[in-house]
């Protein structure tokens, strides 16, 4: 299983963008890499998932350079509301054999 | 509708009892998780569970025993509690197949006094 490598922690203001990035040198090729995002007092929430160049959806875009040994993403003009921890994951075989590393806590201030 | 639904949220219970937590998922998925997360934060997979057959049984302690009636429910029995067992407790589920996203539950938060 790829291990993955984020900041412990983030800060930043309200409607600044926020880019997290996070190293997985050892990405095999059938890897996927899937963020979640995880509010006090909640289960983690699926936010956005990419193999490889970039994606984007209504919360988030995920940028992933051509070797894929990292990934960034990123947060566009965010809120308080988006105070939480997010998590990168990375594996190939299904949600099942994911690992949840430390994760990064992103404190949005006003 | 919640998609994935436990029971308790809370439970607060002493030392040497037994107690039970449940775990419902109304998305068709196939397969369910149990998740715990300590004080620390770290999110740790105890149990998986595919078709109602154990798949995933990480280094958890005999004392916790999943039972999986049916595709849509996992509970989660706990044995002689201890006070290390105090943490959140988190059902989640997916669809085997691919890179499927994971739908988590609200949690329950456990305290061993």
């Known amino acids: 299983l790829a291990k993955t490598t984020q900041p412990i922690s983030m800060d930043s203001y309200e409607g600044q963008e926020v880019n997290i990035t996070c190293s997985h040198n050892n990405i095999a090729t059938n890897d996927y890499i899937t963020w979640y995002q995880q509010f006090p007092s909640q289960g983690p929430r699926f936010i956005i998932q990419g193999y490889k160049t970039k994606v984007t959806n209504e919360v988030a875009s995920l940028f992933i350079p051509a070797d894929r040994k990292s990934s960034t993403l990123s947060l566009p003009r965010v809120s308080l509301s988006d105070t939480a921890v997010y998590y990168c994951?990375?594996?190939?075989?299904?949600?099942?054999?994911?690992?949840f590393g430390t994760g990064t806590r992103l404190l949005v201030s006003p | 509708d919640t998609a994935v639904s436990q029971t308790p949220k809370y439970l607060v219970t002493q030392m040497g009892n037994d107690k039970s937590i449940k775990c419902e998922q109304n998305l068709g998925h196939d397969t369910m998780y149990w998740y715990k997360q300590d004080s620390k934060k770290f999110l740790k997979i105890m149990f998986s569970?595919?078709?109602?057959?154990?798949?995933i049984n990480e280094t958890v302690p005999n004392r916790f025993s999943p039972k999986s009636p049916d595709k849509a429910h996992l509970n989660l029995h706990i044995n002689s509690l201890e006070l290390g067992d105090s943490a959140v407790y988190f059902c989640a589920s997916s669809q085997s197949g691919g890179n499927t996203e994971a739908f988590f539950g609200q949690g329950t938060r456990l305290t061993v006094v």
């Open positions: 994951l990375v594996g190939n075989t299904g949600f099942q054999k994911l690992v």
């Open positions: 569970y595919n078709n109602k057959e154990l798949i």
